[in-house]
């Protein structure tokens, strides 16, 4: 947009078929690039004799074949699910709060994540020695999703008021209810050991490293059913953004778009959350960008944020597990390093309608 | 007989009563204007009629119905409201803030909804606006903007016979003269083709020339409904807005008031 | 004393017999395929890498393998609990040997599903978990010959540390020692059923904090009643501080019976926590300090 477009308030949009075509190529580069690169060298040549194999179901695997199908591919996997869960997830509550500046962390999803992955980590073996037993390698993903899913329900409960739920109260509720997860972390990483502060520090930080097949699977149904549900919710986002008042005159049920929306968010981030740890300001960005192109039409805006959450959240990955091979950067640092910047672009962006 | 009528209806915040004991009744293919000082409670009326707020004290009826018994869809798609101020979240521009009019009809979309959107904007003069992001418009674009958008949510007759209501909270507020006349001459062909309106107008003069009933509130008094220069009689008029004021007939024959100047001899 | 010396002297004509007859198996062993590449994970396994003379076959360790100066320049693999699968297979390991507290547990998973032998080691502070290392490195660089002469040295050189502490504690008081660690702001001072605590125990000396486990922040009354002797701590935690001076200027040790003496102890904090094959030098160190300190 030119500078006098701009300055009498022109909107320039693509269309809605360019931009999701583009968000879909995006994340098809994103995915070849993730698929050829790594801390283990492995050629075109031999990538392409390892999609063939597994294509006719070879039972004959070479070592290129593990790394690439149990390793590689299920991280880009998760990857995919896990920005398209938070891409969406950003987009619907930023038509939720009608701000774009929103976050899903403001319901409290990540702090409720964080601190029950905390309390499992620094008092599991104490209050619950049973739990390793019964749900086993899944104990600390269950519990976060838990968490996240009860502080989540608790702020939605501390919103509602005779007139239905207040988005004003559920933002203050949000502050406080983070505000006393991140002192129970405290207390949380006073009462650790070195070893548990290190555990949780790096849970904290976000990683797509502990993928595997069937956390692929558990996220990517839920992640899928989720931005499926979301759907429903573009046409009355939309009118939200008149006001609720006026939403509702134009015949919206705001009170269930409101609960649908943070279901959808809590289900989609709870489960990115609980098997990634946090990573952060995707849920930020990607809805801007997509704004910046598309305009604020959530028909585009909720799908093409996926899409493009997803290409984000893969190249960030592949920069994150080769930049300091054969270690790893923790994928929430790098998010962060790209994220903060971007934000500050977007408030002075936004500044003159906050 | 179709009607919107208020039944001792009345609004109380905490303690405070906005209004109380309104009764009204509203017919289709009228133009009702509200009318009254600062602070007698002509948006909560009209909230209350459009169904934005639920009365504290007796009912707001339509067809014979409390109005929160209706679908709030089904209700959508005969009764829009024009709002005094909204802010909008977001760039969206003119014309997809008009094309949101539309929004209670997609489950049962006409053969041309992008016409119904341009004809509309048409109607209100902002065609021109449709790129524009609406938050960086003047205030009187703003209003014509939400105007034509309530104008697309009604615009074909209701298959089975519904009237249709056109409620308008200050629509006149920020346009310059001409396009104040313009809007109230739209929503008086709007009445013609069956369209009960109901607007809160603080200029009584557009009343005078437009509107077919008063309703006029005024603190501490019952309110007054009638035909409009039966109720704005100059002994009210003075009364109620504690201003001197003539009343003078233009040369089209229309009463219109002067407002100011010295108070009238005590006759 | 002269009982002493024989006992000595014998114990180190065994172990020298005992490994001259190892070498030809040693070299039995060599000729057939290449040496396993192994990757250590944790200080302490990296020494005993290199102690067992497979330097060469260490293609990668991690970030807390510090010693000796040639591990630095190994390829890090990253934390220890905090690993890259594709990471350690690019190096294309044959076996990787690490503690217990190594992770996440899905890399582990992989690692094994990719053929790499794995040998995990608990950690319980006592000398059978330098004897585990030991072996574990042994098996996993096809040097069990070397394993077994290594592990008869450090048999014998633990036995007479173990010895000597007994015999110059005996009618003696324990001196109350306190081990504090400092690497990042707010320094912790060990309880039981840490490293610190057993290496005290190990070198002659009383932990004088118990009924609890772990490290827990240090508190100015806590440690006026816990009344140390001794102050014990690592060179990086004393670094951290900005020196010796700056650290007895911390206002909770000025109430202790250390401060007054400034009886402090330091040592490199792999050497004394790491639980590798220089324990029994850093116990036999630890215990003269000990005894010139109190």
């Known amino acids: 947009m030119s500078a006098t477009a701009a300055s009498i308030g022109m909107t320039r949009r693509l269309a809605p078929r360019t931009v999701l075509g583009a968000g879909a190529t995006l994340l098809l580069l994103a995915f070849v690039l993730g698929a050829s690169s790594g801390a283990y060298a492995i050629s075109t040549a031999q990538l392409w004799g390892v999609l063939r194999d597994a294509w006719q179901g070879v039972v004959e695997p070479s070592p290129e074949h593990l790394v690439f199908m149990n390793i590689r591919l299920p991280r880009l996997m998760l990857g995919i699910a896990a920005g398209c869960g938070l891409g969406m997830a950003g987009a619907v509550m930023q038509g939720l709060f009608r701000n774009p500046l929103a976050d899903p962390g403001l319901i409290g999803i990540s702090s409720g994540a964080a601190l029950a992955a905390g309390v499992t980590i620094v008092l599991g073996a104490w209050l619950w020695p049973v739990l390793p037993r019964t749900l086993g390698s899944w104990t600390l993903v269950s519990m976060a999703f838990g968490g996240g899913f009860l502080v989540t329900l608790l702020i939605y409960v501390l919103s509602r008021s005779e007139s239905g739920t207040r988005m004003a109260l559920m933002l203050l509720a949000g502050i406080a209810i983070n505000a006393l997860a991140g002192a129970g972390l405290g207390l949380l990483s006073v009462m650790a050991t070195d070893e548990q502060l290190r555990s949780l520090q790096f849970w904290l930080l976000g990683s797509l490293g502990g993928a595997r097949w069937s956390a692929v699977a558990l996220v990517g149904v839920v992640v899928l059913l989720a931005c499926a549900a979301s759907l429903t919710l573009a046409a009355p986002l939309n009118a939200i953004a008149l006001g609720e008042s006026q939403a509702a005159l134009l015949g919206v049920d705001v009170e269930r778009t409101k609960r649908r929306a943070i279901v959808v968010t809590a289900f989609a981030v709870g489960a990115v959350t609980a098997t990634t740890g946090i990573i952060g300001f995707i849920g930020l960005i990607a809805p801007h960008w997509v704004r910046m192109i598309a305009g604020p039409d959530h028909r585009i805006v909720l799908p093409a944020s996926g899409l493009l959450g997803a290409a984000l959240v893969l190249a960030a990955d592949t920069v994150a597990r080769t930049i300091l091979a054969p270690a790893e950067l923790p994928l929430g640092v790098l998010t962060a390093f790209i994220g903060v910047p971007m934000f500050l672009l977007m408030l002075r962006h936004y500044r003159h309608r906050i | ?267 | 004393m002269s009982m002493h010396l024989r006992r000595r002297d014998t114990l180190r004509g065994l172990a020298a017999a005992a490994g001259l007859a190892a070498l030809p198996a040693a070299f039995a062993q060599q000729g057939s395929k290449p040496p396993p590449r192994l990757i250590t994970i944790s200080g302490a396994i990296t020494e005993v890498a290199y102690a067992l003379g497979a330097q060469d076959q260490v293609v990668a360790t991690d970030t807390t393998s510090l010693y000796p100066a040639a591990a630095l320049k190994t390829p890090k693999v990253g934390y220890m609990r905090q690993l890259s699968a594709e990471g350690l297979l690019s190096m294309k390991p044959d076996a990787v040997i690490a503690t217990t507290e190594s992770g996440p547990p899905v890399v582990l998973d992989q690692l094994r599903s990719a053929g790499v032998k794995l040998e995990l080691i608990e950690a319980d502070h006592t000398w059978g978990e330098v004897q585990r290392k030991v072996q574990a490195v042994g098996r996993a660089a096809a040097r069990e010959a070397q394993a077994q002469q290594l592990q008869r040295q450090l048999d014998a050189q633990w036995a007479d540390v173990q010895m000597r502490v007994a015999d110059d504690m005996a009618g003696r008081r324990r001196p109350r020692v306190l081990f504090v660690l400092s690497h990042s702001a707010s320094p912790q001072v060990s309880g039981e059923k840490t490293a610190a605590h057993a290496v005290i125990g190990f070198a002659g000396g009383v932990n004088c904090l118990s009924g609890f486990q772990g490290y827990r922040p240090m508190t100015a009354e806590a440690m006026a009643s816990a009344a140390p002797d001794v102050i014990l701590t690592s060179n990086q935690s004393i670094e951290a501080h900005g020196g010796v001076e700056r650290f007895w200027q911390r206002p909770e040790l000025a109430l202790t019976p250390a401060f007054a003496k400034r009886s402090l102890v330091t040592q490199d904090a792999l050497l004394l926590l790491g639980f590798g094959p220089r324990l029994p030098q850093a116990v036999d160190e630890l215990h003269r300090r000990l005894l010139a300190a109190a």
């Not at chain 2, 313009?182 to 607007?199: D, F, S």
């Open chain 2, 1 to 267: 007989m179709s009607a919107l009528e208020c039944i001792d209806a009345g609004f109380q915040v905490g303690t405070k009563a906005l209004l109380s004991g309104m009764t009204a009744r509203l017919l289709p293919g009228r133009v009702y204007a509200i009318l009254g000082p600062n602070g007698a409670g002509k948006s909560t009326l009209l909230s209350l009629l459009s169904g934005q707020r639920r009365p504290t004290h007796g009912e707001v009826r339509l067809d014979g119905l409390p109005l929160e018994r209706h679908a709030p869809a089904a209700l959508a798609l005969r009764r829009a409201v024009m709002p005094q101020e909204s802010s909008v979240a977001f760039d969206f521009n003119a014309l997809e803030i008009v094309t949101l009019g539309r929004l209670p009809h997609r489950t049962a979309p006409e053969a041309d909804e992008a016409g119904i959107v341009d004809s509309a904007m048409a109607l209100t003069d902002v065609a021109a606006l449709a790129p524009r992001i609406l938050n960086t418009l003047s205030g009187g674009e703003k209003a014509r903007v939400h105007l034509a958008r309530a104008m697309a949510q009604l615009w074909h007759p209701r298959p089975g016979g519904d009237t249709r209501w056109l409620l308008l909270d200050e629509p006149t507020a920020a346009l310059d003269v001409a396009h104040q006349h313009a809007t109230m001459a739209l929503v008086r062909q709007k009445a013609a083709q069956g369209v009960g309106v109901v607007a809160v107008l603080h200029d009584l003069n557009l009343a005078l020339r437009y509107a077919d009933e008063v309703i006029v509130l005024g603190q501490g008094r019952a309110m007054v409904q009638g035909p409009t220069a039966k109720v704005l009689s100059p002994a009210l008029v003075s009364e109620v807005w504690r201003t001197p004021c003539e009343l003078v007939a233009g040369r089209d024959g229309a009463p219109q008031y002067l407002f100011g100047g010295l108070q009238p001899s005590a006759t």
